[in-house]
């Protein structure tokens, strides 16, 4: 195996580890938010960012600091272009935790059956890109902390030519990979990511568009 070869196995590997961590981590938040805040069936997604997180979340992550706005990330879709998504922009909500990555709390308040949230695997350093180090989850009604489009969160699934589905429905790998917009295909913008490293059991498959 050459070397680029094998530097791009350990990321591979480096980054499904991570991501694990940091998914365990907050399922394990949002399941003792619930027993002082309830089911996550009855929660207020139409919070702001910052409101919801201080009520359902803050005292179950380890936070170094909270700051987003001066640091000016900007963060690209997996297809290289810049991410233009509420879940992208200042207004939205993050916080670095103690271990090294960071959580960001979508200030898109129109989901009235979950919460658009993010983890940076390694907390605002580069590539900064949705499927690399940025990867997207949602708080959802019925399923808790899920990946971004599982279910009907986000839209319904359909088959016409010209939709934009933000729901992948179940895991199907055919789905989260194809033609999509928010796809985790090379072109694409790479939301469904965690879903696929998930279905594939926390592995970065040869076929992931890394």
């Known amino acids: 195996m050459t070397l680029p070869a094998l530097i791009s196995k350990h990321e591979k590997l480096t980054t499904a580890t991570k991501l694990k961590k940091s998914y365990s981590t907050l399922g394990q938040a949002v399941k003792m938010s619930e027993l002082k805040n309830g089911s996550v069936d009855y929660w207020d997604y139409t919070l702001p960012a910052k409101e919801f997180f201080d009520k359902y979340l803050s005292a179950y992550v380890s936070i170094n600091k909270s700051t987003i706005s001066d640091l000016n990330i900007r963060y690209k879709y997996l297809n290289g272009s810049s991410c233009t998504e509420?879940?992208?922009?200042?207004?939205?909500?993050?916080?670095?935790?103690?271990?090294?990555?960071?959580?960001?709390?979508?200030?898109?308040?129109?989901?009235?059956?979950?919460?658009?949230?993010?983890?940076?695997?390694?907390?605002?350093?580069?590539p900064n890109t949705l499927g690399k180090d940025f990867f997207t989850f949602a708080i959802i009604q019925k399923y808790g902390l899920a990946p971004f489009g599982y279910k009907n969160f986000g839209g319904?699934?359909?088959?016409?030519?010209?939709?934009?589905?933000?729901?992948?429905?179940?895991?199907?790998?055919?789905?989260?990979?194809?033609?999509?917009?928010?796809?985790?295909?090379?072109?694409?913008?790479?939301?469904?990511?965690?879903?696929?490293?998930?279905?594939?059991?926390?592995?970065?498959?040869?076929?992931?568009?890394?």
Do not use: H
């Not at 200042?90 to 658009?116: E, M, P």
């Not at 016409?160 to 999509?180: A, C, I, K, P």
């Open 86 to 126: 509420a879940l992208c922009n200042s207004n939205s909500y993050s916080v670095f935790l103690a271990d090294g990555t960071s959580l960001t709390i979508s200030d898109y308040a129109l989901f009235s059956n979950g919460k658009v949230v993010s983890i940076d695997i390694n907390g605002y350093k580069n």
């Open 156 to 210: 319904s699934w359909n088959e016409e030519e010209d939709s934009v589905n933000q729901s992948f429905g179940d895991y199907n790998r055919d789905v989260l990979t194809s033609n999509e917009q928010y796809a985790c295909s090379k072109g694409k913008r790479g939301f469904w990511c965690a879903a696929l490293i998930i279905m594939d059991g926390w592995e970065i498959k040869d076929d992931y568009p890394w």
